[in-house]
C-alpha cells in the first residue's frame, strides 16, 4: 500500500520541531530523519489481548474496550489498524472452531461468510455482499481442491518437511468516505493532453496510475495523453490527509466527475463534427470557447461500502530448524472499477 498511518500524525511533531527551529534561529530549517530513528521515533502497531465465547452469527452485540497505560515503547497507526487485528482474532476463532470440530477450515469459513442485509458491529447493514462470489472465484481459478489434495500428499510423503494451505477471505470497510479531496481534470488545446491534479500523495499505492486509467476510460482516450500534476496547496486547497485506504476511491470518483462534467461541455462540438479525433474535438471546443477545466469538491459525504477479496497461501515448513518458505500466493480482489 505503499505506507501505513503513522505518517497521518508523526509528521506534526517533526513539522513542529523544524518550525520552533526555524523560529529560534530565524532561518529556513529542513529535517531529516535517518530509518533508524524514524522508525523508533514512529513505535509500532499497538498490541491487543483477547478473550472471546464462540456462537453462530450473532446480530446483537454488547463489547467493552479498555485502554491501558504501559510502560511500553509508542504506538502507531500502522496498515489496517485496528480491523488488521479484529480480522486476526476472528479467524483465530474460526481456526479453533474447525480444528475443534475436525472440520475443514475453508468449509467453516464459508458458511460464516457475510450475507446480504446482516448489520456490522458498527450498525451497517451489507448490500452488495461479495465475499462469497469472491471466495468461489478464487477456488476455481487456482483449483483449490487439487492443490489441497497435493498438500495433503506432501505431508504424508515427507516426516521432517511440512505444507500448508490456508484462504482467508476479507472485508475491508471503507470507512473514511468523509475525507475530501480537491480535484482538477484540464484540457489543453495545444496537444490535447490532459493534466490531472489532485489533493492526495502518491507513495507507491498507486493513486496517479488508477487516476489517469480511470480518466482515460472515461475521455476514451490514451493513458499516454494523460499526466498527474505534482499537488500543492494552490492547485488542491484544503484537501483532507492521505489515509485510510480511501483516496484513491475518492480522487478516482472526482476525476470520473470532472470527466463527465467535460464530456458533457464537449459533446455539442462533438455531434457537429463527423467521427472527430479526440485532438480535433478539443481544437474545435477551443476555437468555440467551450471551458476545458473542471474541478470537482465533494459537497456530501460518500456513502460507506465494502471491499472483498480473498487470498490463498501456500507455506512449506522445516518443522527441525523452524525455517519457511512461501511457495505461493493468489488472491482475488473485488477492485470496483
Request: a neutral charge; one cysteine or more.
Amino acid at each position: 500500500a505503499g505506507g501505513w498511518g503513522s505518517k497521518i500524525l508523526y509528521n506534526l511533531p517533526v513539522a513542529a520541531m523544524t518550525a520552533v527551529s526555524a523560529h529560534k534561529v530565524g532561518r529556513p530549517v529542513k529535517i531529516n530523519m535517518d530509518l533508524h530513528t524514524n522508525m523508533q521515533f514512529q513505535g509500532c502497531r499497538q498490541g491487543y489481548y483477547y478473550e472471546y465465547e464462540v456462537t453462530y452469527f450473532c446480530p446483537n452485540w454488547s463489547w467493552s474496550v479498555q485502554p491501558c497505560k504501559t510502560h511500553k515503547p509508542t504506538i502507531t497507526y500502522m496498515r489496517g489498524p485496528g480491523s488488521a487485528a479484529s480480522i486476526f482474532a476472528m479467524e483465530s476463532m474460526i481456526d479453533h472452531v474447525a480444528t475443534y470440530l475436525k472440520k475443514d477450515h475453508m468449509d467453516v469459513r464459508k458458511i460464516n461468510l457475510y450475507q446480504n442485509g446482516q448489520t456490522t458491529l458498527n450498525s451497517v447493514v451489507l448490500e452488495h455482499v461479495l465475499a462469497s462470489q469472491v471466495v468461489e472465484q478464487l477456488e476455481k481459478d487456482i483449483n483449490y481442491a487439487r492443490r489441497k489434495q497435493l498438500v495433503e500428499e506432501f505431508n504424508q510423503g515427507n516426516r521432517w518437511r511440512k505444507r500448508g494451505l490456508q484462504v482467508m477471505p476479507s472485508r475491508y470497510a471503507m470507512m473514511y468516505t468523509k475525507i475530501k479531496h480537491n480535484t482538477t481534470v484540464t484540457i489543453y488545446h495545444g496537444d490535447a493532453s490532459v493534466v490531472i491534479a489532485h489533493g492526495g500523495v502518491d507513495m507507491g499505492q498507486g493513486i496517479n496510475t488508477k487516476a489517469i486509467q480511470v480518466c482515460a476510460y472515461k475521455l476514451g482516450i490514451p493513458v499516454d495523453k494523460i499526466r498527474v500534476a505534482k499537488s500543492s496547496s494552490l492547485m488542491n486547497a484544503n484537501s483532507s490527509f492521505t489515509g485510510g485506504s480511501t483516496t484513491s476511491e475518492i480522487i478516482c470518483l472526482a476525476v470520473i466527475n470532472c470527466c463527465d462534467v467535460l464530456n458533457a461541455r464537449m459533446a455539442t462540438c462533438k455531434a457537429s463534427l463527423d467521427n472527430p479525433t479526440w485532438e480535433e474535438l478539443v481544437g474545435k471546443c477551443f476555437v468555440e470557447g467551450v471551458n476545458l477545466t473542471s474541478q470537482h469538491w465533494p459537497e456530501k459525504v460518500i456513502d460507506h461500502y465494502s471491499c472483498y477479496t480473498a487470498c490463498c497461501a501456500e507455506v512449506e515448513l522445516d518443522v527441525l530448524t523452524g525455517q519457511y518458505q512461501i511457495l505461493q500466493v493468489d488472491y482475488v480482489y473485488d477492485c470496483g472499477i
